[in-house]
T-cell receptor
Framework: TQLLEQSPQFLSIQEGENLTVYCNSSSVFSSLQWYRQEPGEGPVLLVTVVTGGEVKKLKRLTFQFGDARKDSSLHITAAQPGDTGLYLCAGAQGAQKLVFGQGTRLTINP | GAVVSQHPSWVICKSGTSVKIECRSLDFQATTMFWYRQFPKQSLMLMATSNEGSKATYEQGVEKDKFLINHASLTLSTLTVTSAHPEDSSFYIC?????????????FGDGTRLSIL
């Protein structure tokens, strides 16, 4: 089974600061997805990256897929309290199965 | 966008009871559905992959006789937790995808919180 190591697992910062969440593996994935999950709800897809080296932006969120398609990062600029939540990366294996990272529980303090 | 509905959202029942959870794709036909389990403060763990009209494929360590999965149509999959015990208490989440080739995204339901007393 391919594993995804996500770090940090917990992060608490002040509003306005920048942060980066990392997702690393020794295996290659056909694509990698980032989700955000609120308590008591299912994950909501933020972005899918497919091509090695790909960079996607979603407002203040920047997602990058490593050149070798083994790792990814999520960078948030000027974090706001509304960004608080659980962020999950998930790599796609064959037959569309997803393997999830451990998650990063992000808290943005006003 | 693609919508997946999961029902019920919350179940509390006595030990020994069997509980059925439904997962429906509301506006698309889902060739493949996935069932996950999530314990508090942990990530999602895949339990099984369900393809319409065929038997589900279970992940290692997941008892197929304990967690019965039926995917009788392209819009509905059900997970039945048989003879549930307190250790089965968890957050169960389904997802659905169009299937086929390519990087089809998974669309997740809002989960079912199962509490076994």
């Amino acid at each position: 089974t391919q594993l995804l190591e996500q770090s940090p697992q917990f992060l608490s910062i002040q509003e306005g600061e920048n942060l980066t969440v990392y997702c690393n593996s020794s295996s290659v994935f056909s694509s990698l997805q980032w989700y955000r999950q609120e308590p008591g709800e299912g994950p909501v897809l933020l972005v899918t990256v497919v091509t090695g080296g790909e960079v996607k932006k979603l407002k203040r969120l920047t997602f990058q897929f490593g050149d070798a398609r083994k790792d990814s990062s999520l960078h948030i600029t000027a974090a706001q309290p509304g960004d608080t939540g659980l962020y999950l990366c998930a790599g796609a294996q064959g037959a569309q199965k997803l393997v999830f990272g451990q998650g990063t529980r992000l808290t943005i303090n006003p | 966008g693609a919508v997946v509905s999961q029902h019920p959202s919350w179940v509390i029942c006595k030990s020994g009871t069997s509980v059925k959870i439904e997962c429906r794709s509301l506006d698309f036909q889902a060739t493949t559905m996935f069932w996950y389990r999530q314990f508090p403060k942990q990530s999602l763990m895949l339990m099984a992959t369900s393809n319409e009209g065929s038997k589900a494929t279970y992940e290692q360590g997941v008892e197929k006789d304990k967690f019965l999965i039926n995917h009788a149509s392209l819009t509905l999959s059900t997970l039945t937790v048989t003879s549930a015990h307190p250790e089965d208490s968890s957050f169960y989440i389904c997802s659905a995808t169009l299937g086929g080739t390519g990087n089809q995204p998974q669309h997740f339901g809002d989960g079912t919180r199962l509490s076994i007393l």
